[in-house]
């Protein structure tokens, strides 16, 4: 999933990049307020971690734009230690979850997993369709109980389907939601990684929808 992370602080910006991509996460960055609101307001995100206290533009006002721009994206906010009005005010302004500075790596990717699967309508952290199961939470895919390995690529793709069964996506929307900005973007590699899933998994699994994109088949 595509990440915007929006903190000044650049040792906790660096920490939390590396906790989420090593969690699978694709990361796209801002230091400040300013750039961090364009970048929302521009680019398509699953998940937005936001400090509130920020140079040129505070997250409190970056977050209220964008909600009143109708932006949907779930939004963390990064709190101060014992502020309970920052998280008040936060969660007024449109905040999905806070945490508190400082908080374990562990505890930040559990909220950023449910923020994305709940943004889905989804409660368990355990992903089925049919014989394909996917483990949010440990990143492990298998058919039919048995253990199926795949590279992050193919991860990411699998698991962005996988969080909308029966719904079309189209190339378009794998490509933005899959790389970050300063990646090189080629819609056709979503196809090669396409067959490539094709061919680990069952074939049946991802329906090509002839000019609109791809289908994860519903379980029956
Ligand atoms: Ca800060």
Same mark, same amino acid.
């Given at each position: 999933?595509?990440?915007?992370?929006?903190?000044?602080?650049?040792?906790?910006?660096?920490?939390?990049?590396?906790?989420?991509?090593?969690?699978?996460?694709?990361?796209?960055?801002?230091?400040?307020?300013?750039?961090?609101?364009?970048?929302?307001?521009?680019?398509?995100?699953?998940?937005?971690?936001?400090?509130?206290?920020?140079?040129? *533009?505070?997250?409190?006002?970056?977050?209220?734009?964008? /909600?009143?721009? %109708? !932006?949907?994206? @779930?939004? &963390?906010?990064?709190? =101060?230690?014992?502020?309970?009005?920052?998280?008040?005010?936060?969660?007024?302004?449109?905040?999905?979850?806070?945490?508190?500075?400082?908080?374990?790596?562990?505890? *930040?990717?559990?909220?950023?997993?449910?923020?994305?699967? /709940?943004?889905? %309508? !989804?409660?368990? @952290?355990? &992903?089925?369709?049919? =014989?394909?199961?996917?483990?949010?939470?440990?990143?492990?895919?298998?058919?039919?109980?048995?253990?199926?390995?795949?590279?992050?690529?193919?991860?990411?793709?699998?698991?962005?389907?996988?969080?909308?069964?029966?719904?079309?996506?189209?190339?378009?929307?794998?490509?933005?939601? &899959?790389?970050?900005?300063?990646?090189?973007?080629?819609?056709?590699?979503?196809?090669?990684?396409?067959?490539?899933?094709?061919?680990?998994?069952?074939?049946?699994?991802?329906?090509?929808?002839?000019?609109?994109?791809?289908?994860?088949?519903?379980?029956?």
């Amino acid at each position: 999933m595509r990440v915007l992370l929006v903190e000044d602080d650049p040792t906790l910006r660096a920490q939390l990049r590396t906790g989420l991509e090593e969690a699978g996460h694709v990361v796209d960055e801002a230091d400040n307020g300013r750039d961090g609101h364009h970048l929302g307001a521009t680019e398509a995100f699953d998940t937005v971690i936001l400090d509130l206290g920020l140079p040129v *533009l505070d997250g409190l006002s970056v977050l209220r734009r964008w /909600r009143e721009a %109708g !932006l949907t994206v @779930p939004v &963390l906010i990064l709190t =101060a230690r014992d502020s309970w009005h920052e998280k008040v005010a936060g969660i007024d302004a449109g905040a999905d979850d806070y945490l508190a500075k400082p908080f374990h790596m562990e505890e *930040l990717l559990a909220r950023v997993r449910a923020l994305i699967r /709940r943004s889905q %309508g !989804l409660a368990s @952290p355990l &992903l089925q369709c049919g =014989a394909v199961a996917l483990d949010t939470r440990s990143g492990r895919v298998a058919v039919n109980g048995q253990p199926v390995t795949l590279t992050s690529h193919e991860f990411r793709l699998l698991s962005y389907l996988m969080h909308r069964p029966g719904t079309v996506v189209s190339r378009t929307e794998l490509t933005e939601h &899959l790389y970050a900005q300063d990646f090189d973007r080629d819609s056709n590699t979503i196809e090669v990684f396409i067959g490539r899933l094709r061919r680990k998994l069952p074939p049946e699994l991802i329906e090509t929808v002839r000019g609109m994109g791809y289908r994860l088949a519903a379980p029956s």
